[in-house]
T-cell receptor
């Protein structure tokens, strides 16, 4: 069965600092991996996804993530945090033979001025 | 706005009452999903439709829960005899098809059971 672990339920960075949100996955077959962002009282919005093409994936709002098979990781990064990046971030995994998408518990990002 | 709408946005009900939520997906999307999200957790898969056929149900979906998508367009999720443990955000998502395709999420319906 596939699963996702997000290390760190809360991450706090200063405005302008590097953002690094960690995600490790478990899947017995090649996975599709996703990062979503959720603002308060809203649904989830896709930031980026990995679908077995390029291992470095660029998304919206300056975010990117790198698929590392050897480390079973898909960490999300952004070079310079902005106040508007404060939100909850979810990593998700789905395998090519399964409709069930599994989400991590989420990481709440706080950006300090 | 992703194009997926959900109604109502908020529902407060008393324990034991029945509630029904509606999801309107993006019109050309034939796949529709329901998820439940509790505080501090990620969304958990409940059920999935391809057109009008309900193809998968999670073990989380007890007998008190039923979902329909009668014409392959909008979907409803009904919870009978609500319990306090049903309090959560119920999210709907849709996509065109293909497991690599993006799921577009609605804003959710927040259910509070008193």
């Amino acid at each position: 069965a596939q699963s996702v672990t997000q290390l760190g339920s809360h991450v706090s960075v200063s405005e302008g600092a590097l953002v690094l949100l960690r995600c490790n996955y478990s899947s017995s077959v090649p996975p599709y991996l996703f990062w979503y962002v959720q603002y308060p009282n809203q649904g989830l919005q896709l930031l980026l996804k990995y679908t077995s093409a390029a291992t470095l994936v660029k998304g919206i709002n300056g975010f990117e993530a790198e698929f590392k098979k050897s480390e079973t990781s898909f960490h999300l990064t952004k070079p310079s945090a902005h106040m508007s990046d404060a939100a909850e971030y979810f990593c998700a995994v789905r395998s090519y033979n399964n409709n069930d998408m599994r989400f991590g518990a989420g990481t709440r990002l706080t950006v300090k001025p | 706005d992703t194009g997926v709408s959900q109604n109502p946005r908020h529902k407060i009900t008393k324990r034991g009452q029945n509630v029904t939520f509606r999801c309107d997906p993006i019109s050309e999307h034939n796949r529709l999903y329901w998820y439940r999200q509790t505080l501090g957790q990620g969304p958990e898969f409940l059920t999935y439709f391809q057109n009008e056929a309900q193809l998968e149900k999670s073990r989380l979906l007890s007998d008190r829960f039923s979902a329909e998508r009668p014409k392959g367009s909008f979907s409803t999720l009904e919870i009978q005899r609500t319990e306090q443990g049903d309090s959560a955000m119920y999210l709907c998502a849709s996509h065109r098809g293909g497991l690599a395709d993006t799921q577009y999420f609605g804003p959710g319906t927040r259910l509070t059971v008193l």
